[in-house]
């Protein structure tokens, strides 16, 4: 049966594809001309991410060798899927599988909700001076190392005149050893990050605020709504769908909690509590020179990642509507 061209796009027929296509192809030239300066300022970006996020992947192909440093690519000895066998039958993937989800679970609950609460109040300041003052204070600790930061924990957690413990003691309680309970890890690390990351946080949600119509406002005043009223009916639907991408982003973020604070923070008591899969891959693999499984981790954990973010996307495409993919 031979092809016949008028049948591949079903109701068009040949004359009308032929017209449609050149006039399709001018007008993206005509847009891409008018963006140039914007695809040219764009551009740099697109290569540095292109360099450092896609070109790195072609060393997945070292969790299916036995990698030994210093030999050429094409003479490493392959193996299949014997890494990935050997990860998934050691119960220490499973415990640091189960720290990451529980940690980042937590993070994902105080650390999305939190910056969304601390923008709608901040938005309702009417001191502009006080508004800045307080918006600059608390996006400052998001620059300050985490090496710093995991010392002012210690200082603060600390029996030793740490004022948490002193707060405890005043009210009638015995001090708690913070970091020598693994009950206790799990939540030092997600507040301490929630305190560090919260104002950077709340940025893109104060930006988006300003870009509601001030007429919804005025109009909703007209009516007799009061404040409680304008952010609910306003502003809450007003950025739904910054909050929207933004979470699904963060599921996709799952299982990329980093290692630095929970290395940090950590200590020979609750070391247990605080192996997440970076921190598994980095002492497993780089620690005991097992290059080809710590890249294997390194593959499950992003596979993961990609699995959470698109099974979130399509729940609330279903949902909403919206897609971010």
Do not use: C
């Amino acid at each position: 049966m031979r092809w016949n061209q008028s049948t591949s796009v079903p109701g068009l027929s040949p004359a009308t594809r032929t017209r449609a296509e050149p006039r399709r192809r001018p007008r993206f030239l005509k847009r891409a001309y008018e963006q140039r300066y914007l695809l040219a300022m764009s551009l740099p970006f697109v290569l540095l991410v292109f360099l450092f996020n896609y070109v790195p992947i072609w060393g997945w192909l070292t969790a299916f060798q036995r990698y030994r440093p210093g030999r050429p690519f094409w003479e490493q000895q392959w193996v299949g899927l014997k890494n990935f066998t050997d990860l998934f039958q050691d119960e220490t993937f499973y415990l640091a599988l189960r720290n990451t989800l529980g940690m980042s679970t937590l993070g994902l609950i105080l650390g999305f909700t939190m910056p969304i609460i601390f923008a709608l109040l901040l938005n309702e300041l009417r001191s502009g001076l006080f508004k800045r003052t307080v918006q600059t204070v608390s996006y400052l600790p998001h620059f300050v190392s985490w090496v710093v930061v995991a010392g002012l924990v210690y200082k603060m957690l600390s029996i030793d005149g740490g004022p948490i413990n002193q707060l405890i003691t005043a009210f009638g309680g015995q001090p708690v050893q913070f970091m020598a309970h693994s009950n206790y890890f799990w939540g030092v690390v997600v507040l301490s990050d929630l305190w560090k990351e919260i104002g950077w946080n709340t940025i893109i949600y104060l930006a988006a605020i300003t870009a509601i119509e001030p007429a919804l406002y005025e109009a909703a005043r007209v009516d007799g709504a009061g404040r409680w009223q304008l952010m609910r009916h306003i502003t809450l639907p007003g950025i739904s769908r910054v909050v929207i991408i933004l979470f699904v982003l963060s599921i996709g973020h799952l299982t990329a909690i980093g290692f630095e604070k929970q290395l940090l923070l950590s200590n020979a008591v609750v070391k247990d509590s605080a192996l997440v899969l970076d921190l598994y891959a980095l002492q497993y693999g780089i620690g005991m020179n097992k290059f080809s499984f710590g890249t294997a981790i390194g593959v499950v954990n992003s596979l993961v990642g990609l699995a959470l973010l698109f099974g979130a996307n399509a729940f609330f495409r279903r949902k909403t509507g919206d897609s971010i993919i």
